[in-house]
């Protein structure tokens, strides 16, 4: 499958997929899917269950496919001071606010690891990858332990070296059979995941198998459906016309990401603040019902269950029973408040606008820029010591 390239040379179907993986993540952080757990099962709670766990793992394809396609011109070392770099702005932005899980030190470090890794041969990669994906919860534990990298508890960063080796693999081996494979293979992994979720498994940043594999392949089947539009854009000028404002805010991917958590993540915080109150001491309320009659109820309703979320469910119940709840006094505290509803269009929009008006006249977003120009002095000064 030919890559489909904009007159920047830019792989058009790339940009677009960071688009959409921004967008994701943008929808993810504004309106979480606990936000939606109340049984609503239309629109909302699909766009919330799209928008968790897929965009960020997304973003971890790419940066492997971003890699392969740098490392010939910007070479290893330059990788290496950029992935560190987005490491370390991935810290600052933990340190400014507290809000946002940032993906910026897993994916830094990824990109570390695969301009280390991408010349050794195919068979030692995918034992890498292996190694990683098994030990996934011993490594985080003994090596990625610490404050320093507290958003690895959302985002395990084994696991997200190995979705940059999935996205290094696709780049260097896709063709148009991918459309064929990778498409009904994502189709069929989003329609299992919610019945594998009643089970226990698959959860979103887990890093288990299962919701690697699962993840990972709806990440290459959207890629492969983006590159499919950024082909339609070349051939088709009303297509590349419409398609511009999203190729343009997934070039500048870096900057809205960025401007994304610091908005966000500061806008949550002064909300929670403003709902923060002083709740009354609550009485403690005995429960009528003795407590082996409360755990026989539960051992029935486990017996009965056809599902982990049942079970989960009927433990709850027991747990409310055994302390007494619903506690007098609890129903006045206010719960914190949500972002008004125009915020989530609002962003997107504003997004979308200034990356067209921006790159139309500069080559690079403004961290693009800044991050180039700082990888380079950084290769140059590692090189001079």
């Known amino acids: 499958m030919r890559p ?62 971003s890699t392969v396609l740098m490392l010939p011109t910007a070479g290893r070392l330059q990788l290496l001071v950029r992935g560190a770099l987005l490491g370390v702005a991935g810290v600052a932005l933990d340190t400014v606010q507290s809000h946002i899980a940032v993906v910026l030190v897993p994916l830094g470090v990824s990109m570390v690891v695969l301009s280390l890794v991408l010349a050794w041969r195919p068979r030692y990669q995918v034992l890498l990858g292996v190694v990683l994906l098994l030990g996934n919860q011993l490594v985080t534990a003994v090596v990625f332990a610490g404050a320093m990298f507290g958003a690895v508890n959302a985002y395990p960063v084994p696991v997200w070296v190995v979705y940059g080796l999935v996205g290094s693999w696709y780049i260097r081996t896709r063709t148009s059979r991918w459309w064929w494979v990778a498409v009904p293979a994502a189709a069929v992994c989003l329609a299992a995941r919610p019945w594998l979720q009643q089970w226990g498994v698959a959860w979103p940043h887990s890093g288990t198998p299962d919701d690697v594999l699962l993840t990972a392949t709806v990440a290459v089947g959207v890629i492969v459906c983006c590159e499919q539009l950024g082909r339609a854009a070349v051939r088709w000028r009303a297509a590349g016309v419409s398609l511009l404002p999203v190729q343009r805010m997934g070039q500048m ?48 309703a486990a017996a009965r269950a056809t599902s982990v979320q049942e079970v989960l469910d009927a433990a709850y119940r027991a747990d409310d029973e055994l302390l007494g709840r619903p506690v007098p006094g609890w129903d006045s505290v206010p719960e914190p408040e949500e972002f008004p509803a125009w915020m989530l269009p609002g962003q997107i929009l504003v997004f979308l606008t200034f990356a067209t008006v921006w790159l139309a006249h500069h080559r690079r977003g403004p961290l693009e820029e800044l991050l180039a120009r700082a990888q380079r002095r950084g290769a140059e000064i590692l090189l001079a010591a």
């Open 4 to 65: 489909m390239s904009s007159p920047t040379g830019r792989i058009i179907g790339l940009d677009v997929a960071r688009a959409v993986a921004i967008i994701g993540m943008i929808v993810a952080h504004i309106y979480p899917a606990e936000w939606h757990s109340s049984g609503d099962a239309g629109v909302r709670s699909w766009v919330a269950e799209l928008s968790s766990g897929y965009p960020s793992t997304l973003f971890a394809v790419l940066v492997g496919c």
């Open 253 to 300: 991917a870096l900057t809205v990401y960025v401007v994304h958590v610091l908005v966000t993540g500061i806008g949550l915080g002064i909300l929670d603040d403003r709902a923060a109150v002083s709740p009354p001491e609550p009485a403690v309320v005995e429960s009528t019902v003795d407590e082996e009659t409360i755990l026989r109820e539960l051992q029935d």
